[in-house]
């Protein structure tokens, strides 16, 4: 028995294109244990995530055509990001949830302003725009760790062992990003 041939990105695209559903099976394939740890770092419960897993291929599916996404793993991750928050405050409203999403929320809560406040000064695309740009800015590592904790809310565990690194590094790391952060959007005017 051979090794399971993994399609690259373009040909499940173009699957997605010919409307056959085998591009949902190459999908979950090559990406699905990546959707499901996204979903279940927002959401923290296994048959959530999976749900949100399958809506995420529908989604997939309802989007292309007509969309041609140029970065197919961004175009999904997005999409589960996504149908995941949606889920988790849905479900949040109902009652308090463990999740590693909360954990991520929290940590960056003083860039969390109320809807008066961003509809009087700074929008939350262009906050998003000089979050971007910070981002950038800071070295490959860093920018792994911002993404892996901020983006895809992994536990500081796993990106540590992901970095092969001590927690309490990962820990500093974050600390230094956030307070750098803090400084890079309070000198462009952003009251924090």
């Given at each position: 028995m051979?090794?399971?041939?993994?399609?690259?990105?373009?040909?499940?695209?173009?699957?997605?294109?010919?409307r056959?559903?085998?591009?949902i099976?190459?999908?979950?394939?090559?990406?699905?244990?990546?959707?499901?740890?996204?979903?279940?770092?927002?959401?923290?419960?296994?048959s959530?995530?999976?749900?949100?897993?399958?809506?995420?291929?529908?989604?997939?599916?309802?989007?292309?055509p007509?969309?041609?996404?140029r970065?197919?793993?961004?175009?999904?991750?997005?999409?589960?990001?996504?149908?995941?928050?949606d889920?988790?405050?849905r479900?949040?409203?109902?009652?308090?949830?463990p999740?590693?999403?909360?954990?991520?929320?929290?940590?960056l809560?003083?860039?969390?302003?109320?809807k008066?406040?961003i509809?009087?000064?700074?929008?939350a695309?262009?906050?998003?725009?000089?979050?971007?740009d910070?981002?950038?800015?800071?070295?490959?590592?860093?920018?792994?760790?911002f993404?892996?904790?901020?983006?895809m809310?992994?536990?500081?565990?796993?990106?540590?062992?992901?970095?092969?690194?001590?927690a309490?590094?990962?820990?500093?790391?974050?600390?230094?990003?956030k307070?750098?952060?803090?400084?890079?959007l309070?000198?462009?005017?952003?009251?924090?």
């Open positions: 051979g090794e399971k041939q993994i399609l690259d990105d373009e040909q499940i695209i173009e699957l997605y294109w010919q056959e559903e085998k591009a099976e190459e999908t979950d394939n090559k990406y699905g244990e990546l959707l499901f740890r996204i979903a279940y770092n927002v959401l923290n419960d296994k959530d995530s999976e749900e949100c897993q399958n809506d995420t291929y529908l989604a997939v599916w309802n989007a292309i007509p969309t041609r996404p970065v197919f793993p961004a175009f999904i991750v997005q999409i589960i990001r996504r149908i995941s928050i889920f988790y405050r479900k949040n409203r109902k009652r308090s949830i999740s590693e999403f909360k954990t991520t929320i929290d940590d809560s003083y860039l969390l302003h109320s008066e406040e509809d009087a000064g700074l929008n695309k262009e906050l998003g725009k000089l979050i971007s910070y981002v950038k800015s800071l070295s490959k590592k860093q920018q792994y760790i993404v892996s904790r901020f983006y809310s992994n536990p500081i565990e796993y990106i540590a062992n992901e970095m092969d690194v001590t309490s590094s990962i820990y500093k790391s974050i600390d230094k990003i307070k750098g952060l803090k400084e890079y309070t000198k462009r005017g952003v009251s924090l």
